[in-house]
């Protein structure tokens, strides 16, 4: 089984009312909620370690989440409120303001994590529960705790609006990282990571250096290029799509990558470090396969298995 552990919220997506006004209708969302919801529709096996509120929101975060095939048995429940999110699309992008203030995804400390059983071959840690205490010490201390022994994938997701302590945030990156097999950036994070004049290949290298085996940098509609532990770079190109807004897109691109790594038994430790760069194109393109079907439509709609290939290894 993936976990997928770190936020789930709701997002409030701007839509117009019938006498004209924009109103905003509650969606399920979260970076690692939908990277989580993918995966469970990819046909992976995935469950999720978060804080979950038991108010109303909290309720429909749990019912897309079974509906999609997460394992929720590992769910941390309390009577707090759900962080919401309201969005804002200019052009097809999003941008975000948040509520999250004595969250239950936002509080949920070391003491309530559960033990995970070896069934358990893969982490998936990311988004804003990286960024705000106590959950991202908290998740920090479950990666030290629990991924020696699994594979493990991280996506910062890095939103500066949101960091209050850059330094602290740095930190904890830098103690992850070092305990991650697989990260996937894009080309924002990674000039937040290394802000200096450095080309390119160089920051990618030094994040490379910090712990990964694998880093995965995504440029939208010009593609991913993973960079392999010998120096050796995989690309594949970003399909054609028309594109309905990039809500989800970078979450759905983790989850495929991650089925598919799953599907070929490569997702583990030893697996993960003795990657080809042929099986790294393979979970490539089904990672910008299953993105490209979530732009075209609107918000985070990840796709089921069957609309992207019959088969996962297929490309």
Known sequence: MILCCGEALIDMIPRPTTDGSEGFVPHSGGAVFNTAIALGRLGARVGMVTGLSTDMFGQQLDDSLRASHVDTSRVIRADRPTTLAFVKLTDGHASYSFFDENSA???IGVEDLPVLPDTVSALF???ISLAVDP???TYATLLAREGAGRAVMMDPNIRPGFIRDAARYRNRLTRMLALTDIVKVSDEDLDWLYPGPEAQTDKLANLRRSGPSIVVLTKGS????????DGTEVHVDAPPVTV???VGAGDTFNAGLLASLSDQGALSKAGVKALTAGQ????????AKAAAVTVSRAGANPPWAEEVSP?????
């Open 311 to 315: 088969s996962l290894t297929t490309n």
């Open 105 to 107: 995804g936002r509080m």
């Open 222 to 229: 010009d593609g991913a290029t993973a960079s392999l532990a």
């Open 135 to 137: 959950c991202a010490d």
């Open 244 to 246: 309905a807004d990039t």
């Open 125 to 127: 840690f990311g988004g």
């Open 280 to 287: 790294v194109q393979t979970a490539l393109f089904l990672a």
